[in-house]
């Protein structure tokens, strides 16, 4: 999922910026923008993009039963 090639820009995980904080990140090319923007420039880097967590599992709907062959 971090590395899917249709990936939605956001300058949030962009190459050219730096994250001020979790609502503006700081661009080399456009200064100070809100995290969510994005324009022509954008380079993605999978590491400055934090993945959805996981559903948790709902243990309170299994039985035994459900574990047997």
Do not use: H, Q, W
């Amino acid at each position: 999922m971090l590395f899917r090639r249709d990936i939605e820009p956001r300058c949030a995980y962009c190459a050219k910026g730096n994250a001020l904080n979790d609502r503006e990140v700081i661009c080399v090319k456009r200064g100070i923008v809100a995290a969510e923007d994005s324009c022509r420039a954008f380079r993605y880097d999978p590491m400055k993009r934090v993945p959805p967590r996981p559903v948790k599992l709902n243990t309170k709907k299994l039985d035994p039963e459900d574990f047997k062959i």
